[in-house]
């Protein structure tokens, strides 16, 4: 049986019990420096949905961020080009693609403001872009976590870390009000 003096030493007074240690703190704040940087990134984004939805474009817009700094804007431009290949996506990686000299991107993150579909889950995976982050899901042709795993699937020989749902609310809406207003 343990004396009183143990089960004293034992115990963690509660002030330093609800204190996060050190190292908890800064992985912390690194978490939060990313979340930021994250939803700045998806701003940007959400202008470049805004460009398509002044062409009358279905309003998803992308960038791919190298480094700290944008090496590739696109927005959907399928109807203006006559292009079924011409996703915000695509059009992103194209550019950076050129910008960096390569069509590998492997130090790259793409920011999107819905989920891609097939196509660009694939395009993501064969320019070996590192990281995606995107903002809302698309139930019906969303083929990262919604109607299909694309770049979860087993046999690919690429691996992308994804974060969904950053400013998933104001990317919804954009494309919500365009299509209300179609109807």
């Not at 693609?97 to 819905?114: K, P, S």
């Not at 950053?166 to 990317?171: D, F, P």
Request: aromatic letters at 4%; one cysteine or more.
């Amino acid at each position: 049986m343990l004396s009183r003096k143990t089960v004293a030493r034992q115990r963690r007074p509660k002030d330093l019990a609800s204190k996060p240690a050190p190292d908890e703190l800064r992985i912390n704040d690194l978490r939060m420096d990313e979340l930021r940087l994250d939803e700045l990134w998806m701003d940007e984004a959400l202008r470049c949905a805004q460009r398509a939805l002044e062409l009358g474009e279905v309003p998803v817009g992308a960038v791919v961020v190298c480094a700290g700094r944008i090496v590739g804007r696109g927005w959907n431009c399928n109807i203006a080009a006559s292009d079924p290949t011409a996703h915000a996506e695509i059009v992103a990686l194209r550019e950076a693609g050129v910008t960096v000299g390569n069509h590998r991107l492997g130090d790259c993150e793409l920011f999107v403001t819905i989920e891609p579909c097939v196509m660009c889950a694939g395009a993501l995976v064969h320019a070996r872009i590192r990281r995606l982050v995107y903002g809302a899901d698309d139930p019906k042709a969303g083929a990262v976590a919604s109607l299909m795993q694309v770049l979860k699937h087993p046999h690919l020989n690429h691996r992308v870390e994804v974060r969904g749902g950053v400013l998933a609310g104001r990317s919804a809406e954009v494309l919500q009000e365009f299509f209300r207003n179609r109807r």
